[in-house]
């Protein structure tokens, strides 16, 4: 069987973090939570390597104060992080943290609890109202769909980003104050141990145990009778290719960090 990589997605509000809460960011993530030892940074090629020692802050952050963005990776490909903040357009709900490993971590239930911990860290840190994650290639089933253009096909979103709802449940769904207020009284109606609270303002909500049962017969009708208990019309309906009718409402939503 093919190596599987882990995604885990962390969505930022409409701001751009500042240099000094970026560097907070980073070095919570490779120093306090080592997700991996950085090798690589630049954009997508990579092409610039990381020095060890405390000068590897300022290198990243250097590249992140110069173009807005910054793509970091481990010696192979199967762990790296984007920070990709959204920028001003009419478009505003784009930023994310994306971090990606390998899924095999997730089989150890002492990381399962760390990464639980981590993702909510995070979200507290950057206002986050929502951040998910599961394969990279349930994003892909969930989050894009092909369409004829011309002779071929081409790939467009479900949902552009959370303002337009929810592409699906997937392995974790750490819904933040919008969607807790979107749901509601439906999430007491889960069944035990797919719902957790994280506090008092985010809940977890997942529907099977480990990522790797996403897309099986048996992952999908749990995905199936959660979304029928917290309402099909949040999540967009893929067999008839529509949004979803209900959406958060974002006017609260708190700012990046600074």
């Not at 110069?66 to 920070?83: F, P």
């Not at 995905?223 to 917290?230: F, G, M, T, V």
Request: aromatic share 8%; proline share 9%; with cysteine.
């Amino acid at each position: 069987m093919p190596k599987q990589n882990l995604e885990t997605q962390i969505h930022l509000p409409p701001d751009i973090p500042s240099s000094a809460g970026a560097r907070e960011l980073l070095s919570l993530l490779f120093n306090e939570f080592q997700w991996f030892a950085p090798s690589r940074y630049g954009d997508a090629d990579l092409s610039e390597p990381v020095p060890s020692g405390k000068s590897m802050l300022d290198v990243l952050m250097a590249y992140y104060e110069e173009h807005g963005h910054l793509c970091v990776a481990a010696r192979t490909d199967q762990d790296y992080l984007w920070l990709f903040p959204c920028e001003s357009g009419p478009e505003p709900y784009h930023g994310s943290i994306i971090w990606v490993t390998s899924a095999a971590a997730t089989k150890k239930a002492a990381w399962r609890a760390a990464h639980t911990r981590q993702v909510l860290d995070l979200m507290h840190l950057v206002q986050s109202p929502l951040a998910l994650s599961t394969l990279e290639e349930d994003f892909k089933r969930k989050t894009q769909r092909l369409v004829p253009e011309g002779i071929g096909l081409k790939r467009i979103p479900t949902v552009r980003d959370y303002s337009e709802g929810l592409p699906g449940l997937v392995w974790r769904n750490f819904y933040g104050p919008p969607f807790v207020r979107m749901f509601g009284q439906r999430l007491e109606a889960l069944p035990t141990g797919c719902h957790t609270p994280l506090g008092d303002d985010i809940v977890l909500v997942q529907p099977y145990e480990l990522p790797t049962e996403a897309g099986t017969e048996a992952g999908m009708a749990r995905e199936r009778e959660l979304i029928s208990l917290l309402g099909p019309e949040c999540f967009y309906d893929h067999e008839h290719h529509t949004l979803p009718s209900r959406r958060p409402i974002l006017d609260a939503l708190g700012q990046a960090i600074h």
